[in-house]
């Protein structure tokens, strides 16, 4: 599995045609059931995941803009010891699609690859990658991550050799 982030966006850059006819494989030539595909998927996933110390990597904490629901921030600026509309004033951004969000990037949490408010964090930082689910539905959102997330990359590495999808490129 490769871990380093800057080699997975590098390989998934090589990689995105190839992820594309992945991508089309799945939805038209493929006969697995959804059923199927997305159990093989979720276990795949969790494998990956288990090889990973997210504390090392941060790679999605450079990169996402990251909702925020009120019990979040209420949680977060507890964990920073700043009054809430202190919280709100200096790290809260509100766009169309994210009524309140932040957005820095790095993530102004971020220390080193280590996320300095861990155990207060976002809901949202704590579903990323989102691995569960359905698949074929799901496939452009696993495309957008492949490039960000080694454990997606590997996740989806490993479904093609699952599938026996005919690669352009040899697995890394
Ligand atoms: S709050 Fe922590 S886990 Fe979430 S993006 Fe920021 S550094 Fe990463
Ligand atoms: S979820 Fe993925 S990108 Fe984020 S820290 Fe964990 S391995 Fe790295």
């Not at 951004?93 to 996320?115: I, N, V, W, Y």
């Not at 949202?124 to 454990?151: F, K, N, Q």
Request: aromatic share 8%; proline share 6%; with cysteine.
């Amino acid at each position: 599995m490769i871990e380093d982030p800057a080699e997975v966006a590098r390989q998934a850059k090589l990689r995105e045609e190839e992820n594309w006819c992945f991508r089309s494989f799945l939805k038209a030539v493929c006969g697995w059931s959804d059923a199927r595909l997305n159990r093989v998927a979720a276990q795949l996933a969790r494998e990956a995941a288990a090889q990973i110390n997210c504390t090392d990597c941060g790679a999605c904490c450079r990169e996402n803009i990251v909702p925020l629901t009120d019990e979040d921030i209420d949680r977060l600026a507890g964990g920073v010891r700043l009054p809430v509309l202190d919280f709100r004033r200096r790290h809260v951004k509100s766009f169309d699609t994210d009524p309140q969000a932040m957005d820095a990037h790095p993530c102004e949490f971020l220390d080193g690859r280590r996320c300095s408010v861990y155990e207060s964090r976002p809901q949202a930082c704590r579903d990323y990658p989102y691995l569960d689910g359905d698949v074929r539905s799901r496939m452009i959102m696993i495309l957008e991550r492949t490039g960000t997330c080694p454990i997606v990359f590997e996740q989806l590495e490993r479904l093609k050799d699952e599938t026996r999808f005919r690669r352009i490129y040899p697995r890394p």
